[in-house]
DNA sequence: TCTGTCAAATAGGAAC
DNA sequence: GTTCCTATTTGACAGA
């Protein structure tokens, strides 16, 4: 998807319409426009001409032509290829660039600006929907690390309830359980204090998206 | 024809 | 005042 084959035609601004609607109406650099439909294969303007016909509906009507319904411009696939190319190289552009950009695609300079928004705001989304499997998968590992833990506070208050007997190996008496050397992880866990799950957090994930100090394959 | 998706465009507010 | 971001609207298009 994102390729919707055929994209003969283009729209221009063109004329107004009688919808009213404000949406295609009017654009934020206050000028009135509605889309054309016309065929890209055909100059919409001299080639020396980069002003846009900005006919009004008056005309249109005083033509005696239907007032269209507006239609959206559709990029063509060579106006795309050199946008995505120009983004590529930097994702903002200053005003020169907008400027010659738009002059060599035949738009608007508003309409570069527009394209280079949406597309930071696809790119920004495209991110946060990696960063959001990401985590999901930090998710499980985490909650599988700590039903691991949680088993093993079981099985350490299990031992705790029924304290095996050693017998010292110089008096053959039952040693104390406070006398018990244990291994460096349950070092943690005293004879005297109850166990706690937290004492054995997990280590944040070798590295995140979200860490830029850490280069990360899935980007 | 209906529905979902994509992308162009708008509106409004934040940041500078 | 300008630029950018974000949310939203809306037209085009494809597939069921």
């Known amino acids: 998807m994102g390729d919707h084959g055929l994209e003969l035609t283009i729209a221009v601004p063109g004329f107004s319409s009688s919808s ?21 294969n055909q100059p919409a ?50 005003p020169k660039q907008k400027e010659a950009l738009a002059m060599k695609l035949k738009l608007r300079p508003r309409q570069v600006e527009v394209w280079f928004q949406n597309r930071r705001a696809r790119t920004k989304l495209k991110q946060t929907e990696m960063e959001c ?30 304290p095996p007997t050693v017998l010292s190996p110089h008096t053959h008496q039952p ?11 349950c070092e943690r866990v005293t004879a005297a204090t109850p166990v706690r799950a937290s004492a054995a957090r997990p280590q944040p994930p070798a590295f995140s998206p979200f860490n830029p100090r850490r280069p990360s394959a899935a980007f």
């Open 20 to 40: 009213g609607s404000e949406g295609g109406g009017c654009n934020t650099n206050g000028n009135n426009y509605n889309m054309r439909e016309l065929d890209i």
């Open 45 to 94: 303007f001299g080639e020396d001409e980069m002003e846009f016909p900005m006919g009004s509906i008056e005309e249109e009507i005083e033509e005696g032509r239907e007032a269209q319904r507006p239609k959206k411009l559709r990029l063509s696939k060579e106006q795309s290829r050199l946008l995505e190319e120009s983004f590529r190289q930097n994702h903002t552009l200053n």
């Open 133 to 162: 499997e990401y985590l999901k998968r930090c998710f499980g590992s985490l909650t599988e690390e700590n039903r691991r833990l949680q088993r093993e506070v079981e099985e350490l208050r299990a031992l705790r309830m029924a």
């Open 175 to 185: 040693l104390p359980a406070s006398s018990f050397t244990m291994c460096p992880r």
